[in-house]
């Protein structure tokens, strides 16, 4: 998201596992294939959603990385979805798993509390 871009109202975990297909690629491959088909759909949205990429493979066998999407709108958030079922990294390059909506600290909100933080 950019700086002007109103807060998150969703966030989406998105579970994913790499496939043979994938892993077949070299990294060279990989990052061409990514700014093909992954970046234009991320710049087209960059308003409204951003997504962050944790790789977890090292501690998980169930899914290799996770997805963190933001969204400004659950509208927003489907967009990028139905462009990405376009691609050939939704459900060929990347087994989808799982799909987790949030909303962050909905109770405090709900019940007109401070968020419980760590910090």
């Known amino acids: 998201m950019t700086s002007s871009a ?30 093909e088909h992954v970046e ?10 951003s997504m962050r990429f944790y790789d977890i493979e090292f501690y998980s066998a169930r899914v290799t990385d996770i997805w963190v999407w ?7 958030y489907e967009m990028v979805v139905e462009a990405l079922r376009e691609t050939p990294f939704w459900d060929r390059y990347f087994d989808i798993v799982e799909i987790l909506p949030g909303v962050e600290n909905a109770y405090a ?5 401070d968020a419980l933080t760590a910090a």
């Open 70 to 76: 933001n969204a400004t709108s659950h509208h927003a």
């Open 6 to 35: 109103k807060a998150p109202v969703l966030t989406v975990f998105m579970l994913v596992k790499t496939t043979p297909e994938w892993l077949g690629f070299s990294v060279d491959e990989r990052s061409t294939l990514l700014a």
């Open 109 to 113: 909100k709900n019940y007109d509390r």
């Open 40 to 49: 234009p759909i991320l710049k087209r949205h960059a308003d409204e959603v």
